[in-house]
């Protein structure tokens, strides 16, 4: 039997500081329709902007995970966001009237609360999963951390933490099931080294931060002066606890605490998906920074289903987007290197270039002599150019600018192009564009049969002259 997508019952409101920014905040659980999913929004700012809940608006993860779209943004957004999706409440607009959620304890504890105090209600569209068929990387070689999702039938996640601690060793975590998030992960707090501490506090972070709501891990002894003096800087005189190990005495929930919290995190950002996995995630040395390239991947995983089914087949009687002297004025490129003919189709996010192929070519000529097939380099150039006119059709004053490779990532040929044939060309971006790196997934046709396709970034160059 298909499960069915749920939403919250009623509404319901929470008040709390953010962690790093210390401002006071309310926070309202709104239910939402099928197929809304989670955002953001904005009620303090002018025109309530909305911020979609999705791992393309990620712009920071330094201390936590904040999302930005247009002008509107909300930080720290990891544990609300753990405790919809290990609640499983599919769809929620969640009302915000500040830059950051507020810490509440720092773990999901209170937001599970609140959102069985608002109930959960069951509607009429199934479920959506994303359901994993190859495994899916991330790796950070340099820092020792790998982020795998196994295809599965089920969401698990197992978790390795390692930070050449003595206090803390070696941590695994393991959720085998999304029903056991509540009493397993849920109350897991969030936690800090003492000697990070003052550093943060004179970045400007955890303002909001307080004895109640973070463990603090106290690696040595140290002297009671120095206790004193970094107690008064969060307001919490008379802390007189400073031997190895947690700093204000507080039971720890869990013997793996940490490991759990940081399990809890990566449910959260990988929230940022925008549906539920069926896969097991194993995870060495998670933070929020590979949480939510790996949620990318998957999204990109996730758009490139999407686009091959949609296969962009030639129609004779629409006319162009763009002509040939169109593209000529946005592409620099000239004979024998211009590879695209037309733009059948254009918008900020895609479009749908062709090629006509003849025998008249002279490089079919050798390649084969028998048997002419079009270049695979050449096809993945015709791929580049159409994808290069989108990017550029959104750049003020294209002329002056180019694109270049930068990487061409998981291409693969599946049939061969011959002479006469039409090469039908459809890129997306698969992220927005950011510092004038552009990644697309393009994809070439001749027909309804899919020639080639993979991943493509480039970046935005403008001209020396």
Request: hydrophobic share 40%.
């Amino acid at each position: 039997m298909s499960e069915k997508q749920t939403t919250l019952a009623s509404e319901v409101s929470l008040n709390g500081k953010g962690l790093h920014t210390g401002v006071e905040v309310k926070l309202t659980f709104r239910p939402a329709p099928a197929n809304h999913g989670y955002k953001f929004c904005r009620v303090d700012l002018p025109g309530k902007p909305v911020i979609d809940a999705l791992a393309d608006h990620v712009t920071e993860t330094s201390r936590g995970t904040t999302l930005v779209q247009g002008e509107a943004s909300v930080a720290t957004i990891e544990h609300v966001l753990a405790a919809f999706s290990g609640m499983r409440v599919d769809n929620a607009l969640i009302e915000i009237d500040g830059p950051e959620a507020p810490i509440m304890g720092g773990s999901a504890r209170m937001f599970v609360d609140a959102i069985k105090k608002a109930g959960i209600t069951v509607l009429d569209e199934d479920r959506n999963y994303f359901v994993v068929k190859e495994k899916i990387t991330f790796s950070d070689e340099e820092h020792g951390v790998d982020l795998i999702i196994y295809p599965d039938d089920h969401f698990s996640a197992h978790v390795l933490i390692d930070y050449n601690s003595r206090i803390l060793g070696n941590q695994y975590a393991i959720l085998d099931q999304i029903e056991d998030f509540e009493t397993a992960i849920a109350g897991s707090r969030t936690f800090v080294f003492f000697h990070e501490l003052e550093p943060l506090f004179r970045m400007g972070l955890i303002r909001g931060g307080d004895l109640e709501n973070a463990v603090v891990i106290l690696e040595r002894e140290v002297e009671q002066e120095e206790i004193d003096r970094i107690a008064k800087m969060f307001n919490k005189p008379g802390i007189t606890e400073h031997h190895a190990g947690v700093l204000n005495n507080t039971k720890l929930r869990y013997p793996n605490e940490p490991a759990r919290h940081k399990l809890l995190d990566l449910i959260g950002d990988l929230a940022l998906v925008g549906q539920p996995i069926k896969g097991k995630v194993v995870a060495t040395r998670p933070g929020h920074f590979s949480n939510t390239r790996l949620a990318r991947l998957v999204r990109q995983q996730i758009k490139r289903q999407t686009t091959k089914k949609e296969i962009p087949l030639l129609d004779t009687t629409k006319a162009a987007v763009m002509d040939i002297q169109q593209i000529k004025n946005l592409l620099p490129h000239r004979f024998p290197f211009l590879m695209v003919d037309r733009i059948l189709e254009l918008t900020d996010n895609h479009i749908i270039g062709m090629k006509n192929t003849t025998y008249n070519e002279a490089f079919f000529q050798g390649h084969f002599e028998k048997e002419h097939v079009f270049p695979g380099v050449l096809l993945v150039e015709t791929m580049a150019q159409v994808g290069g006119i989108l990017v550029l059709s959104n750049v003020d004053e294209p002329e002056k600018y180019s694109t270049y490779f930068l990487k061409i990532d998981k291409m693969k040929f599946k049939n061969k192009v011959i002479p006469g044939d039409t090469i039908v060309v459809r890129c997306d971006l698969t992220e927005p564009v950011r510092r004038n790196i552009v990644i697309m997934y393009a994809q070439a046709f001749v027909g309804e049969k899919l020639v080639a396709e993979g991943e493509m970034t480039a970046q935005v160059i403008k001209n020396r002259q």
